[in-house]
């Protein structure tokens, strides 16, 4: 398997994208990161909103943080979102 433009993985593991959002603001992946499959790539994204969440504060009562999963042909292959509502 290729990287998107072509060039062959070094590790000859897929590529998976971690773009992120907080709230309205959104990080896109351009990088990627070569794991060993989807379930690698899920449980990464898990951790990846787990350890957003241990940086932000929420503004208010209200936070939502997600990581959305993509592979290297840009199919969403996970969605994971973290929803704080304070009463």
């Known amino acids: 398997m290729g990287t998107p433009d072509g060039e062959p993985h070094l590790t000859g593991m897929p590529r998976y994208f971690f773009h992120t ?3 309205e603001q959104v990080e896109m992946d351009d990088e990627g990161t070569d794991l060993p499959n989807d379930q690698a790539a899920k449980n990464a994204a898990k951790e990846l909103v787990s350890g957003l969440n241990r940086e932000k504060l929420p503004n208010g009562d209200h936070m ?13 292959i996970y969605t994971v979102i973290l929803n704080l509502d304070g009463h």
């Open 21 to 23: 959002r907080d709230g």
């Open 64 to 76: 939502e943080l997600a990581v959305t999963v993509k592979d290297a042909t840009g199919a969403e």
